[in-house]
């Protein structure tokens, strides 16, 4: 009969140990720290508190000093840190081999003190994942283009600067129709701002971004609708930054333009491909009365091998657009001259 063995962690060995720890997060591995001297001893294994830090370590400390370093500064947008710190890092490494002046315009961090200040002045209190982002980066200089996209028709320009947090507070709004709403982004030419809604009144919930839209049919004149473009800021900026940095948002001449492509919108005959991009233009809507304004984006090229003798020339056009309510409309004129 074989002899029994009593199993007990001081008998396994460190390497599956390890291994099970490596999947846990912060809390789990500080908790696991009090439970035995053997769990204790490997809970401080180096390596497991590296994946923990989205920063460059000069190995002057261990990665679980700097842990506590940086928990010390920014614990309490732990639950945050990461996807926005990925997503910043990800802009600004696609940014800088397309249009770094862009880069350039952005600002440092903003203080833990400074945040707390602006909610002070306002007399609201600020949405952590935002209080974390302006951490990173406290938005950008006024510049064009900006940050956050623009759209360019042939006598319509927009572009939107990521505010910093001073601009932003000093376009606090607590006017009726608008009340604790804080601007997040602005531009110069039409004086257009999406604005995230501090507190859930007047039919906002809190956190909701948007841009406002007088309602010209009601009686009140305050009386405000929206077109709603996120639920949060987290949710609002990692959308925006995926869309960039996946090509969907097309940069041209250093901007970003905020077209949507559907793949569905693409049509080949022969060599030639059309292909069309849509962006919706909310300074040039209105929901009462309903009016809503989209721009086009058409894109015709010829594939890469296509033989000399098939090269073509764009005479006319004729469109055929279908909106979403069934109704058709045809457009028809003279084609593009030359290149």
């Known amino acids: 009969m074989a002899a029994s063995i009593e199993l007990s962690l001081n008998n396994l060995p460190s390497d599956p140990l390890l291994l099970i720890l490596s999947f846990l997060d912060f809390r789990d591995l500080i908790s696991s720290s009090f439970v035995s001297r053997r769990l204790n001893e490997l809970s401080s294994h180096n390596p497991l508190w590296k994946g923990l830090l989205l920063i460059n370590n000069k190995r002057v400390r261990t990665w679980k000093e700097l842990f506590k370093e940086f928990y010390a500064d920014l614990g309490r947008y732990i639950d945050h840190y990461g996807t926005l710190k990925r997503a910043w ?43 974390c982002s302006y951490r990173i980066h406290n938005g950008q200089k006024l510049v064009v283009p900006g940050l956050m996209g623009s759209m ?31 601007p997040l982004t602005f531009c110069f030419h039409t004086g257009l701002s999406q604005y995230m809604a501090l507190e859930g009144t007047e039919g906002r919930s809190r956190c909701e971004i948007f841009y406002h839209c007088p309602d010209q049919m009601a009686q009140d004149p305050s009386a405000i ?30 901007q970003i333009f905020r077209y949507i492509h559907d793949k569905q919108c693409v049509a080949t005959t022969g060599d030639i491909t059309v292909s069309v991009s849509t962006s919706f233009l909310p300074e040039l809507s209105s929901v009462h009365p309903p009016h809503f304004f989209f721009t086009y984006r058409i894109r015709i090229e010829m594939a890469k091998n296509a033989l000399p003798e098939n090269a073509c020339q764009l005479d006319s056009r004729y469109w055929k657009i279908t909106n979403a309510n069934g109704n058709v409309e045809e457009v028809r004129g003279p084609g593009v001259v030359g290149r």
Not at 95 to 124: F, N, T, V, W, Y
Not at 158 to 179: C, N, P, V, W, Y
Request: hydrophobic share 30%; net charge negative.
């Open 89 to 131: 890092d990800d802009l600004k490494r696609y940014l800088e081999q397309r249009c770094p002046r862009m880069i350039a315009s952005l600002k440092e961090g903003a203080k833990e003190e400074e945040l707390d200040g602006i909610e002070a002045q306002i007399g609201c209190k600020l949405p952590n994942d935002y209080r």
């Open 225 to 254: 609708d929206m077109f709603i473009t996120g639920s949060s800021f987290t949710e609002w900026f990692t959308s925006y930054v995926h869309n960039v940095v996946t090509g969907e948002y097309p940069i041209i001449r250093d």
């Open 152 to 182: 360019a028709l042939s006598n319509h320009y927009r572009s939107e600067d990521l505010l910093d947090i001073e601009t932003a507070a000093g376009g606090f709004q607590q006017r009726k129709g608008m009340r604790q709403c804080l």
